[in-house]
């Protein structure tokens, strides 16, 4: 669709309820803006909704009521100093108790899920501000990569049911269609699959093509090999999800002639930071985010990512510790003109790709997907032994998730294909990375995603 006429049609005919779009829209132009705010205003506004946050969570939320600090009112003027004195918040901690995380007056919320790059899945809760800030935060990342309102968006990504729906419901397949929206499926990536991903994102010839970092590298590296110079996309590649090491960048922007814009997010938050045309590290989302790295000089010295969201009161978010690490950048401000805090580029999320025997490759993030909402399941890591042998490791009461094994087994054998072993284990513990995260996929057979070789 024309790029004027789906910038005005995704802004009046796309209000799923009552002034959604319409909330989207105002919150991504705030975004906008306030990036370029004097630090004083923008200083003051982040401080006035994080003591609205940190006030609500004291009286609704069970954990904060019992943990939190009550020795001062909170205000403006002193909210900084009280949120260090808040507790922080694993995902452990939530997964033990997550009624104690949940407001007692929430208003309309619905229940969401994250299989977590660390590979330790969780139920949690939003509410419609929460949809709005996610919705919007997305769209000012784009921006960031250059993207006006109306231009064509590729997806390869592994949301399966925004793959499916976009292609087998109506009314999402028109949504997508008004947006200027395509999905490709990041967890089905076998060459036959690369070759018709390849072939209709020619013929849609999308302005962004955003992706799992690790997927736009195999996707880079098959075309590469075939000798393949697309037309596409015409302003940017856009990655996130995993890190996007300074060699997978080098080839992804060398096949597809576009600079590469990082991004930094999660299923909570939506897009917590991302990187701009000046490619100078990754303006913090400020609108919806406060960010601490837990670090003796987070200038210089990379610590835990924690993050205090401003946008939910379903399930309140105060100094989140995300499981990621990284830290600050110090100097001057962005030449592009923006003023709010940046991160270097974020280490860790880096997850291999399986390739199986038939030679279709699977993103990691696909079994994340699988365990979406299995609060039983506390940890888990799946690893490609040999071409057809594969284990399912799982921190996990056995009885709590024996009605769960059947559907594993059929979806993941039906992805891995005829032929394909898994062995279902149990383990008490799987063993962290040196930075903290765990390695939620594991291919012992040649090599990761970062160096797959194709004939």
């Given at each position: 669709?024309?790029?004027?006429?789906?910038?005005?049609?995704?802004?009046?005919?796309l209000?799923?309820?009552?002034?959604?779009?319409?909330?989207?829209?105002?919150?991504?132009?705030?975004?906008?803006q306030?990036?370029?705010?004097?630090?004083?205003?923008?200083?003051?506004?982040?401080?006035?909704r994080?003591?609205?946050?940190?006030?609500?969570?004291?009286?609704?939320?069970?954990?904060?009521?019992?943990?939190?600090?009550?020795?001062?009112?909170?205000?403006?003027?002193?909210?900084?100093?009280?949120?260090?004195?808040?507790?922080?918040?694993?995902?452990?901690?939530?997964?033990?108790n997550?009624?104690?995380?949940?407001s007692?007056a929430?208003?309309?919320?619905?229940?969401?899920?994250?299989?977590?790059?660390?590979?330790?899945?969780?139920?949690?809760?939003?509410?419609?501000?929460?949809?709005?800030?996610?919705?919007?935060?997305?769209?000012?990342?784009?921006?960031?990569?250059?993207?006006?309102?109306?231009?064509?968006?590729?997806?390869?990504?592994g949301?399966?049911?925004?793959?499916?729906?976009?292609?087998?419901?109506?009314?999402?397949?028109?949504?997508?269609?008004?947006?200027?929206?395509?999905?490709?499926?990041?967890?089905?990536?076998?060459?036959d699959?690369?070759?018709?991903?390849?072939?209709?994102?020619?013929?849609?010839?999308?302005?962004?093509?955003?992706?799992?970092?690790?997927?736009?590298?195999?996707?880079?590296?098959?075309?590469q090999?075939?000798?393949?110079?697309?037309?596409?996309?015409?302003?940017?590649?856009?990655?996130?999800?995993?890190?996007?090491?300074?060699?997978?960048?080098?080839?992804?922007?060398?096949?597809?002639?576009?600079p590469?814009?990082?991004?930094?997010?999660?299923?909570?938050?939506?897009?917590?930071?991302?990187?701009?045309?000046?490619?100078?590290?990754l303006?913090?989302?400020?609108?919806?985010?406060?960010?601490?790295?837990?670090?003796?000089?987070?200038?210089?010295?990379?610590?835990?990512?924690?993050?205090?969201?401003l946008?939910?009161?379903?399930?309140?978010?105060?100094?989140?510790?995300t499981?990621?690490?990284?830290?600050?950048?110090?100097?001057?401000?962005?030449?592009?003109?923006?003023?709010?805090?940046?991160?270097?580029?974020?280490?860790?999320?880096?997850?291999?790709?399986i390739?199986?025997?038939?030679?279709?490759?699977?993103?990691?993030?696909?079994f994340?997907?699988?365990?979406?909402?299995?609060?039983?399941?506390?940890?888990?890591?799946?690893?490609?032994?040999?071409?057809?042998?594969?284990?399912?490791?799982?921190?996990?009461?056995?009885?709590?998730?024996?009605?769960?094994?059947?559907?594993?087994?059929?979806?993941?054998?039906?992805?891995?294909?005829?032929?394909?072993?898994?062995?279902?284990?149990?383990?008490?513990?799987?063993?962290?990375?040196?930075?903290g995260?765990?390695?939620?996929?594991?291919?012992?057979?040649?090599?990761?995603?970062?160096?797959?070789?194709?004939?």
């Amino acid at each position: 669709m024309n790029t004027r006429l789906s910038a005005l049609f995704s802004k009046h005919l796309l209000d799923r309820r009552a002034g959604h779009r319409a909330r989207v829209l105002a919150a991504f132009e705030e975004k906008c803006q306030l990036s370029r705010l004097n630090p004083v205003r923008r200083t003051d506004l982040q401080n006035q909704r994080l003591a609205e946050i940190l006030v609500y969570a004291q009286e609704h939320v069970p954990f904060h009521r019992e943990q939190a600090p009550r020795r001062e009112t909170i205000t403006p003027q002193n909210a900084r100093s009280v949120l260090s004195l808040f507790p922080v918040v694993r995902r452990a901690d939530i997964q033990r108790n997550p009624e104690a995380f949940v407001s007692d007056a929430p208003g309309p919320c619905v229940d969401d899920a994250t299989g977590g790059s660390t590979g330790t899945p969780m139920m949690f809760r939003v509410d419609r501000n929460t949809q709005i800030a996610r919705e919007s935060s997305l769209l000012w990342a784009n921006s960031l990569a250059g993207r006006i309102p109306g231009e064509k968006v590729a997806m390869l990504w592994g949301s399966v049911s925004d793959v499916q729906g976009a292609t087998g419901q109506l009314r999402l397949a028109v949504r997508w269609w008004i947006e200027n929206m395509r999905w490709y499926n990041a967890f089905d990536m076998g060459e036959d699959r690369m070759e018709a991903f390849h072939s209709s994102l020619s013929a849609f010839r999308p302005h962004l093509l955003v992706a799992y970092a690790g997927s736009a590298f195999t996707f880079a590296r098959f075309l590469q090999a075939r000798g393949s110079r697309p037309a596409y996309p015409l302003k940017a590649v856009v990655t996130s999800a995993e890190m996007c090491t300074p060699a997978m960048r080098s080839v992804i922007e060398d096949v597809f002639g576009r600079p590469v814009f990082d991004r930094y997010g999660n299923r909570e938050f939506g897009a917590m930071a991302a990187e701009c045309q000046a490619h100078e590290g990754l303006h913090i989302n400020e609108a919806d985010c406060i960010v601490e790295i837990d670090s003796a000089d987070p200038f210089k010295v990379e610590g835990p990512i924690l993050v205090t969201y401003l946008s939910n009161r379903a399930m309140p978010f105060i100094r989140y510790d995300t499981g990621d690490v990284g830290r600050f950048l110090s100097g001057e401000p962005c030449a592009c003109g923006r003023l709010t805090a940046r991160l270097a580029p974020v280490m860790g999320r880096q997850s291999d790709t399986i390739r199986t025997a038939s030679g279709k490759l699977i993103h990691g993030e696909y079994f994340t997907h699988l365990l979406y909402g299995t609060n039983a399941v506390r940890e888990f890591q799946f690893v490609q032994e040999t071409p057809t042998l594969y284990r399912l490791l799982l921190v996990a009461d056995p009885a709590q998730v024996a009605s769960m094994q059947p559907r594993w087994r059929l979806e993941i054998g039906d992805a891995l294909g005829a032929g394909s072993e898994l062995r279902i284990e149990y383990v008490d513990r799987i063993p962290a990375l040196p930075s903290g995260k765990r390695r939620f996929t594991l291919t012992k057979v040649g090599n990761s995603s970062a160096s797959q070789k194709y004939p």
